[in-house]
DNA sequence: CGTTTAGTGCGTCAACTGCA
DNA sequence: TGCAGTTGACGCACTAAACG
C-alpha cells in the first residue's frame, strides 16, 4: 500500500504539505520561512576538488551526513511546530463550525414553528 | 513506595515533491 | 536528473497519572 497522495478529495481546505493547498483562509500547515540559515557550528565544506585520500574522501563524507542530519533534525522540529499550528487552526475552526451549526440548528426550529399550520 | 500505562517530544530514515 | 526540503513512520527516552 504504497504511500501516494490520494487521501481522499473531500473537501480538503487545509491540506498538508505539498498537496497543493486549496484556498482556505487559514494558513496552510507548509509555512515556509526563508530558510538557509544553518545552526550555529555549521562549517560550510571545503572545496570539494581538494580531495584525494580515501582518509579525507571518509571525512568528507561523514561531515556530509552530519550536515544532513543536523539540517533534518532541524526540518521535522519545524515541521512539528507547523503541524501543532495547524492543528490548533482546525480546533478553532471546529469550534467556530459547531457554534454556527447550533445556531442555524435553533433558526431552522424558530421558522419551523412559523411556518407549521397549527393545530388546535 | 515501585510498577505499569498513556501521552509527548525527539532523532532518524525513507519516500516523496518541486526546482534548477 | 540530482538535490534539498518536507513529512509520515518508527523507535527511544522521559514524564505524569493510575494502580496495587
Known amino acids: 500500500m504504497a504511500v501516494t497522495g490520494d487521501e481522499t478529495d473531500e473537501e480538503t481546505e487545509l491540506a498538508p ?3 497543493a493547498a486549496a484556498t482556505g483562509d487559514m494558513p496552510t500547515y507548509q509555512i515556509r520561512a526563508p530558510t538557509t540559515a544553518l545552526p550555529q ?3 560550510m565544506a571545503a572545496s570539494p576538488g ?3 585520500s580515501p582518509q579525507q574522501l571518509a571525512e568528507e563524507a561523514t561531515r556530509k551526513r552530519e550536515l544532513r542530519l543536523m539540517k533534518n533534525r532541524e526540518a521535522a522540529k519545524e515541521c512539528r511546530r507547523r503541524k501543532k ?3 490548533k487552526c482546525l480546533e478553532s475552526r471546529v469550534a467556530v463550525l459547531e457554534v454556527q451549526n447550533k445556531k442555524l440548528i435553533e433558526e431552522l426550529e424558530t421558522l ?3 411556518c407549521s399550520p397549527k393545530t388546535d
Open 17 to 19: 504539505s505539498h498537496m
Open 41 to 43: 557550528g555549521v562549517v
Open 50 to 52: 581538494s580531495l584525494h
Open 85 to 87: 499550528e495547524y492543528v
Open 112 to 114: 419551523k414553528d412559523i
